[in-house]
Nanobody, 120 residues
Framework: QVQLVESGGGLVQPGGSLRLSCAAS????????MGWYRQAPGKQRELVAT???????NYADSAKGRFTISRYNRGNTVPLQMNSLKPEDTAVYYC??????????????WGQGTQVTVSS
């Protein structure tokens, strides 16, 4: 069974920084991509940033220049560094993984989410 465990959320003032991390565990044999999505109250879940196993990144326009997603290491952990945070970045951030396990087909998995609040 696959688990995605997020950490690093919290309350930060506008202009501040946070670093999120997500660790994927389970009987994973191929990890094709990992990343982050977010959902603000009353809005649909949206892309923040993703990275593939060969290092290709995809960022939302709102994240470009402020957020950095790093390549996941052997521990299957993907960090997201968020700088210059704005109140509109307030949302629940969800870890995402596109992977294949020993016992199942390739599929998408989601974490439980971590709250990020940007407020003074």
């Amino acid at each position: 069974q696959v688990q995605l465990v997020e950490s690093g959320g919290g309350l930060v003032q506008p202009g501040g920084s946070l670093r999120l991390s997500c660790a994927a565990s389970g009987s994973i044999i191929n990890l094709y991509a990992m990343g982050w999505y977010r959902q603000a109250p009353g809005k649909q879940r949206e892309l923040v940033a993703t990275i593939t196993s060969d290092g290709r990144t995809n960022y939302a326009d709102s994240a470009k220049g402020r957020f950095t997603i790093s390549r996941y290491n052997r521990g299957n952990t993907v960090p997201l560094q968020m700088n210059s945070l704005k109140p509109e970045d307030t949302a629940v951030y969800y870890c995402y993984a596109d992977l294949r396990t020993r016992i199942g087909p390739r599929d998408e998995y989601w974490g439980q989410g971590t709250q990020v609040t940007v407020s003074s």
